[in-house]
């Protein structure tokens, strides 16, 4: 499914998806389920997780500076902290957003 419209609006990021559904996420929500290797890490081929230690995000992890569009599959956040490597699919915005 695809977005229509991706805005921020207080602080959620509102998505009116093409099927005429509208999903409301929370961006300390979207932050904190950061897909990227450093965030959620990643498997090695045993299976072995790596990840980064666990940090403390301050308030500008949570403050939306631009979404970029990432070939017609999903978007990628800036965050105002600078941090930018997380690719998140529209399926897995559905799955934030509870409606998958």
Same mark, same amino acid.
């Given at each position: 499914?695809?977005?229509?419209?991706?805005?921020? =609006?207080?602080?959620?990021?509102? @998505?009116?998806?093409?099927?005429?559904?509208?999903?409301? @996420?929370?961006?300390?929500?979207?932050?904190?389920?950061?897909?990227?290797?450093?965030?959620?890490?990643?498997?090695? =081929?045993l299976g072995n997780l790596y990840k980064h230690?666990?940090?403390?995000?301050?308030?500008?992890?949570?403050?939306?500076?631009?979404?970029?569009?990432?070939?017609?599959?999903? =978007?990628?956040?800036?965050?105002?902290?600078?941090?930018?490597?997380? =690719?998140?699919?529209?399926?897995?915005?559905?799955?934030?957003?509870?409606?998958?």
């Amino acid at each position: 499914m695809q977005p229509l419209d991706l805005q921020t =609006i207080g602080n959620e990021l509102a @998505i009116k998806w093409a099927d005429g559904q509208e999903s409301f @996420i929370p961006l300390e929500a979207l932050r904190r389920h950061c897909p990227c290797a450093g965030c959620k890490g990643e498997l090695d =081929i045993l299976g072995n997780l790596y990840k980064h230690p666990p940090q403390s995000l301050t308030p500008k992890a949570f403050e939306l500076v631009r979404l970029e569009r990432v070939g017609g599959y999903a =978007i990628q956040p800036v965050w105002a902290d600078g941090h930018g490597t997380g =690719i998140y699919s529209f399926e897995y915005l559905l799955h934030l957003a509870g409606q998958k």
